[in-house]
């Protein structure tokens, strides 16, 4: 049995088709516009409070400000010295995940025994939330009398370390390293397991060693990832906050509170919103000057 198409049956779906390009838009505007809006009203929202007198606790301040919100924070030390840990925090964490995180790509690649669970492990922490992370950390590993660390140092003869208040900065470090970690190193696997072995058989086969192949092969061909991580990794490392709300509430003094933080403590526990919001400003275009020239970086190796 055959069946015979007329030209006149196309006709409707021919018909069909500038309908369906003028529905779809207007099904998809509700979509755009909700999302629009729950990006552009807060941001507005701050922009105006940036420059508006607006404290909690004394309703009687208020009226247009100017750049006072600004000029005041930006002759205020704290923001410095908030600007300057935030860009330490960014830098060591950096460091020590895409470094830790290449050498441990490398190892977990080999053939080992018990390597996929070892690798499930690796990659745990990444899943634990940071309020949970700090609390670990706080606690259980870094408490001076009932810590692990702590009770190692006893039992080995040495002076537990209180490490919140004698290294709080570096206590951070390696909260957060610790939890980022499993991403560098998933990231960096993935794309080693990607390598072209014959390539590094060919480099074995003419006498290149170990570290040759590393220095050579593997990690030219890791540049792309390791630049992925980077990216990813320093917008978010920008602004870590539940980590030190938890455990050094930005002290002793002012040696762990980054800029997130210090917009927190301007906004909560100063109740001034204005100076809050100018931060949060500041904030914003300092994480978009990063993130134009990451993304400009990583778009150039790209294209090779």
């Known amino acids: ?4 198409l007329t030209p006149g049956a196309a006709a409707p779906l021919d018909a069909e088709a500038p309908a369906t390009r003028k529905v779809g838009p207007l099904l998809l505007a509700p979509s755009v516009i909700v999302l629009l ?10 922009l105006w409070f940036s420059f508006q007198y607006y404290n909690l606790i004394d309703p009687t301040t208020h009226g247009f400000a100017g750049i006072d919100n600004y ?16 860009l330490i925090l960014l830098v060591a964490v ?16 080999q053939p080992f025994v018990g390597r996929n669970i070892a690798r499930v492990l690796a990659i745990s922490p990444f899943f634990v939330m940071p309020t949970v992370s700090a609390l670990i950390w706080k606690n259980l590993l870094m408490h001076p009398i009932y810590g692990v660390f702590g009770v190692v140092a006893s039992t080995l003869g040495f002076q537990p370390v209180d490490w919140f208040a004698r290294l709080p900065l570096a206590s ?15 990231i960096l696997l993935t794309a080693v397991q990607s390598l072209d072995h014959e390539q590094r058989e060919a480099a074995r086969m003419d006498g290149a060693g170990v570290l040759a192949q590393f220095f050579f092969i593997t990690l030219p061909h890791l540049s792309r990832a390791i630049g992925v991580v980077i990216m990813i990794e320093t917008i ?3 602004t870590v906050f539940a980590e030190i ?12 509170t980054n800029l997130a933080f210090l917009i927190y403590a301007r906004a909560l526990l100063q109740y001034d919103i204005g100076g809050a919001s100018a931060g949060g400003v500041v904030a914003i275009v300092l994480a978009n000057i990063v993130a134009f020239f990451l ?5 150039r190796r790209l294209e090779v």
């Open 1 to 4: 049995m055959s069946t015979t």
């Open 37 to 46: 809006a729950w990006m552009i009203v807060p941001l507005v929202m701050t």
């Open 71 to 86: 000029f005041y924070l930006v002759t205020d030390p704290d923001f410095w010295v908030s600007l300057e840990n935030t």
């Open 94 to 109: 950096l460091v020590i995940t895409v470094g830790l995180g290449t050498l441990l790509a490398v190892v977990f690649n």
């Open 172 to 186: 951070i470090i390696a909260i957060v390293s610790w939890e980022w970690l499993p991403f560098a190193l998933l």
């Open 236 to 238: 978010f490392l920008l």
């Open 245 to 256: 709300f938890v455990t050094t509430s930005g002290g002793p003094g002012n040696a762990t």
């Open 295 to 299: 993304v400009r970086s990583i778009a």
